[in-house]
């Protein structure tokens, strides 16, 4: 599978960027979909996790604030961030995977920049 994220960008402290994440084939097919950032030195985290039956999960730093949703027709995979901090600046990748966690992933997007001023 091919995953191509959009929507990043830069954002105030407090604003919210929603991230999609389209699918070259159905994202039934993933155990997970998932959404990882990176920052430079540190490694790769998990920010949150749907799997095909839909059940979710978020990364504790990022609880009640961050939504991911799927829409299986559109093979699209959403990443919804609201009150941004400026500790959320990162590489935010796309992830289709076998279980949530990074030797499980099968497949990466090429990352979009989040940036947010604080």
């Known amino acids: 599978v091919q995953l191509v994220e959009s929507g990043g960008g830069l954002v105030q402290a407090g604003g919210s960027l929603r991230l999609s994440c389209a699918a070259s084939e159905s994202i039934f097919s993933p155990n997970y979909m998932g959404w990882f950032r990176q920052t430079p030195g540190k490694q790769r985290e998990l920010v949150a996790g749907?799997?095909?039956?839909?059940?979710?999960k978020y990364a504790d730093s990022v609880k009640g604030r961050f939504t991911i949703s799927r829409d299986n027709a559109k093979n699209t995979v959403y990443l919804q961030m609201n009150s941004l901090k400026a500790e959320d600046t990162a590489v935010y990748y796309c992830?289709?995977?076998?279980?949530?966690?990074?030797?499980?992933?099968?497949?990466w997007g090429q990352g979009t920049l989040v940036t947010v001023s604080s």
């Open positions: 749907i799997a095909s039956g839909g059940s979710t």
């Open positions: 992830a289709a995977a076998r279980r949530l966690a990074l030797p499980g992933v099968d497949a």
